[in-house]
């Protein structure tokens, strides 16, 4: 039976401990002089605008340079760096370039001819993944000869756990990205999130826990210093053994299971041959999930508000990108709109699942709900905001249509809102900013 060795490494010091984590396990091996190189690391969302919490939410430059540096010190020359961050705007060319520059990715370029790349303005090729599902993956990543993922260690709403294969999600294009978040309860988002690995040329996946996430993906979540890496040559291997860290059995995460399953691989770590500074000493529980009330009709912290009068479901995992991005935003304008007037038994359905309650007036959020349900029966009051992306200015409308006298401040400020999160920071210490530069 093949044993993958899986490097769990307590993350000290610059160089060293990424060096350790890439020896241990022989990541590199088979990697030759020549060899063109293509690196993810998991860049969420970015903006400009203000200061925002990156911790367990980006992977850190400080392991991105690590690793440059090792393959430069391996002779390699042709080094990409790839990613397809959640855009709210499609025409959007300037946002992954101030990440870039951000990040430090540019100097990057300057010390080892790195390049950076956002794929969403590069090409893309169908790939069959199997059992009759396509995808659109971006070439450079399918051409190159071997692949450096490094995704955050985080937990993620909709999947558990986010980490090397899931990782790969942000280079497919946005059609496909849509197509993951299927209504179909078989094939579904952890069925689709399971392939994305398939097409993945060689690979060394090291997964970065300096910072972990619960709560994830986003920078609402909780985050703690863990100052773990997870590395190995398989990802699997590694997702499952990161898993463990973050508190899930790998056989509890579906998208593992169904990963495993492809490979016709063992979940119980059988396979697995942890070497470095073992999982123990890091794993603790982490919270995949924000909490809602009983009946999953409103988030806790606006049921303890006392609202009444508005059903908001718990989003399911058909919502996908834009939506889901503009979630926490409505919720929040709603708890800033809330006087103590009860207001008149409203509903906001999203993804693509769910069914309109008869009586109600009906919030449609988005296109897919709009198709699905423009000529239902049971929806005396509709208010569809019939685009994808949604509209802001549309929501607005929709929720001050229904009483919810939301102000458009908050939709008119989007790329703001991030910054009122680096207060939970503030006298901390051990969130360092100095991680996610190059100096
Ligand atoms: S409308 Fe919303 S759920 Fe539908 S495809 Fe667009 S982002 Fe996804």
New binding site residues.
Partial sequence: MTRYQVAVVRYEKPMESVRRAVNLCDGLAGLKVGDRVFIKPNIVFWTASVPFPKWGVITTSRVVADMVTILAERGITDITIGEGMVLFDPKDTKTALQAFEGLGYNELGRRYGVKCIDVHQRPFEKVDLGDGVVLSFNKDFLESDFVVDIPVMKTHAQTKVSLGIKNLKGLINMSSR?KC?AADLERDLDFMVAKLANPMPRSFTIIDGIYTAERGPGFDGKMHRTNCLVACRDVLAADMVAAKVLGYEPADVPHLVHAARLRSRTMDLSDVEVVGDGIDQFAFPHQYTFPYNEDSTLPIQLERMGIKGLSYPKYDN???????SLTGLILTSIAMAWKGEPWGNVEVL???RMVPTPGKKTIL?????WDMHKNHPDIQNMIPIK????SPKAIVRALNDVGIEVSSHIFDHMDMAPGYFMRKYENKPEFEESLFKVE
């Fill in positions: 849509k978040h058909t919502i996908c990108t834009y939506c889901s999203t993804g693509k959020l988005g296109k897919c709900l685009t994808c992306p949604p």
